[in-house]
């Protein structure tokens, strides 16, 4: 049973994952594109488009694997926020961070509940295992 603070954690992590995709397109499309018009680089959404469903589903695995490559969008707002100095995108590009940190912390903070669980269930079955090789 998920308790209250699982609940925040899972709409935060589909809330931030929301908001990251529509602040690509738009960044990419309208606010500052490197082409007037829009450039291929909103293309970089699409791979969010992906975990969204099992996001939605609350799929541990997929929480799990969106947590680790998340982190390339960190690096890429953090990267384009040093370097755009000065402009709308280098703003961008820290927003790009902080909503793939807010992100982070909430599919780690959902996903805690079932790894010590997970770990507990394994410390059983070893010591398990361990009193069966004995006898």
Same mark, same amino acid.
């Given at each position: ?6 609940k ?18 738009l ?17 970089? @959404? $699409?791979?969010? !488009?992906?975990p969204?469903y099992?996001?939605? #589903?609350?799929?541990?695995?997929t %929480? ?21 100095i ?20 909430? @599919? $780690?903070?959902? !996903? ?5 669980a997970? #770990?507990?269930?394994?410390?059983? %079955? ?10």
């Open positions: 049973m998920e308790t209250t603070m699982q925040y954690f899972h709409w935060g992590a589909i809330g931030s994952l929301v908001t990251l995709i529509i602040l690509c397109v960044w990419e499309m309208v606010l500052a594109p490197l082409k007037p018009g829009g450039s291929w680089l909103v293309l970089k @959404a $699409v791979p969010l !488009l992906l969204l099992g996001v939605y #589903k609350r799929d541990i695995y %929480l799990q694997w969106t947590s680790m490559m998340i982190l390339l969008y960190f690096t890429e707002g953090v990267v384009r926020g040093w370097s755009d000065g402009s709308l995108s280098a703003w961008l590009g820290w927003g790009e961070a902080a909503v793939v940190c807010v992100y982070f912390v909430c @599919a $780690v903070l959902y !996903l805690r509940p079932y790894k010590r997970a #770990k507990k269930m394994a410390r059983e %079955l070893l010591d398990k295992i361990k009193v069966n090789t004995v006898k």
